[in-house]
């Protein structure tokens, strides 16, 4: 039964559907953080430093990044929209001041040579470099620490889930963050099967 579908490893789609008609934003922001952390950044604090990979480390952030502009916007999906997440992103960084935000003047050349260069030719392009150690970022090489950037990441994470503990639930961040979820829960639906061509 699809309402037993789990969300996360502690909520299925019943029970935040409950936590919605509650309106419980505490519980509802704790879940977002707990999916998020269980998808993107607990499976590479678990690996042993020999095992864990730049690449693998840049190709999750991107993920990461993608699923989190779709909440902080209401998309459905980033079809279409994904070089705008990215954009959004880092300019949402400066905005709250994070580190991340160095990448927001270079968005679009992120976007091209580290989003797509690896989710396409699993390798980065333009001359981008990822490493696990130095700087978060040295422009003179286009060299990204991938450790840092996640780290980075889980605090973009954390101020997300914050901003939705403290917003009112009509709010603009609420109101995208229930298209985002209603969206979620209808991709768990099984779709009729179209044939492959």
């Known amino acids: 039964m699809i309402e037993d579908t789990k969300l996360s490893s502690s909520v299925t789609i019943a029970q935040y559907r409950e936590l919605e008609a509650r309106k419980d934003r505490k519980e509802i922001a704790k879940f977002v953080q707990d999916r998020f952390s269980e998808r993107y950044i607990k499976p590479l604090h678990g690996s042993s430093k020999d095992s864990k990979h730049g690449f693998c480390t840049m ?86 620490n991938a450790t840092r950037f996640h780290v980075q990441l889980g605090q973009a994470l954390q101020i997300y889930c914050d901003t939705l503990e403290k917003s009112d639930w009509d709010s603009k961040i609420w109101c995208n963050l229930r298209k985002k979820m209603g969206a979620v829960i209808a991709n768990c639906s099984p779709q009729p099967e179209r044939g492959i061509t």
């Open 59 to 144: 190709a999750i952030c991107c993920l990461m990044i993608e699923a989190l502009e779709s909440f902080w916007h209401g998309w459905s999906d980033t079809k279409g929209k994904s070089r705008k997440a990215f954009h959004h992103f880092f300019v949402r960084c400066s905005k709250q001041n994070l580190a991340l935000e160095v990448f927001s003047p270079i968005a679009e050349d992120f976007y091209k040579g580290v989003r797509c260069g690896i989710l396409h030719q699993a390798e980065t392009t333009n001359g981008w470099r990822i490493r696990r150690k130095g700087l978060l970022f040295d422009p003179a090489t286009k060299t990204i």
